[in-house]
């Protein structure tokens, strides 16, 4: 294990240091802006920006990339996220705020679809599920490291804005000092909607509606948490809760996928998410003990929603079409959490902080009724012949996905191609 790591130790830690600015940055500029005053419908409007700036970097950045290489484009892309951080610092007005956003999704994108690359060419098909696995709990390390970072602070000032553009310069270093080849040129990513429809209806709702209520939730979140009058601390432990609650709970539904239709599984696990939203919204909990509880259970049950519905998709598709399905679906998301944000700023300002988890009740109600819905309609795939479950992150992009130790073996079949399944 250690040898099949050491060479990637640079860039994981070089990740790392990315996925903490990310974690920063987008907690921090939802609970400046609530400081400033700005409204809840502008504030939403940074997570549409940053969803629309990284589906489009998924889009154009192998371009980018093919032009300028792998190792200036990297430089480039990250000293974008560095100078943005600094400039929102400075630039304390919600128009800049929304327009600079874009420009960091966009961002964001290139640099995890470089390290992405980078990883997936680096590793051998031994590795490549603990490379895998280090990766996307890293990136959830970051994420949540660097939220409760905010604690330890002032959000009124430009340190943590400065912090950020410090972590984003070092997460260039690794790659600056790597001494590795470049890569393979990035994989272009198509989205074909009928077909992604016609393979699963599920999946293709489902991950739309989880990425509407992950994306209202995961950039007004911190707007909910001052609007209700959590402090600093309260907050970063809530959004922190709910990522941690997510991963806990990765194992056991996709152990309980492998058994049972996924479609059950689906509708089980959004069914109490609702009711967790529901609860929410109905009873406007103002006790910190139990509205973290609520929004725990909130988040062990949504995020778990998007690694099944792409497995339930990949039921009933050939082997080689894993990656262009999954990088499909996950484009998909992508858009959902363009419409989340968008959404959500204007119903909150109109039924007030709690009015966030309506949104998602509502969407999560919708899964659960259309997975019942599918399943009467299509029957599933025998357990025998499942595409077994694995954790997928949906902070990543498609360039991932030749990572995963699903699309390993079918890169060396001989080309003979196993028939759609038709269940």
Known sequence: MRKNLLPVAALLLGTLFLFLGNGLHSLLLPMRGTTEGYSTTLLGLLGTSWASGFVLGCLLAPTIVKRAGHVRAFSGFASILAIIALLTGLLVDPIWWVVLRAVTGFSTAGTSMIIESWLNERATNESRGAIFSLYIAITLMGVVGGQLMVPFGDTSTTLFFMICGIVYCLAMLPT?????????????????????????????????????????????????????????????????????????????????????????????????????????????????????????????????????????????????????????????????TIIGPTIGGPIMTVTGPYGLFMITACAHLLITAYAIFRSRMRAAVPASERDAYSTSGTLTTPESLQLSPRAAPFEEESGDKPERRTA
């Open 176 to 336: 600056l000092l790597s001494t590795a080849a470049s890569p393979q040129p990035l994989k272009q990513v198509s989205l074909d909607l009928p077909a992604l429809y016609r393979n699963s209806p599920i999946s293709f709702l489902g991950i739309l509606l989880v990425g509407i209520a992950n994306g209202a939730y995961g950039t007004l979140g911190a707007v909910f948490g001052r609007q209700v009058g959590l402090t600093d601390s309260d907050v970063a432990l809530m959004m922190s809760t709910t990522i941690f609650a997510g991963a806990l709970m990765q194992f056991p539904a996709g152990r309980l996928s492998d058994t049972v239709d996924r479609r059950y599984v689906l509708a089980a696990l959004a069914a109490i998410a609702a009711i967790a939203g529901a609860v929410i919204f109905l009873t406007e909990p103002t006790g910190v003990v139990l509205l973290i509880a609520l929004v725990g259970v909130y988040g062990a049950t949504a995020n778990a929603l998007y690694p099944i519905a792409v497995s339930h998709a990949n039921d009933f598709a050939t082997p080689e079409d894993f990656v262009k399905i999954s990088g499909g679906l996950l484009l998909l998301y992508g858009i959902g």
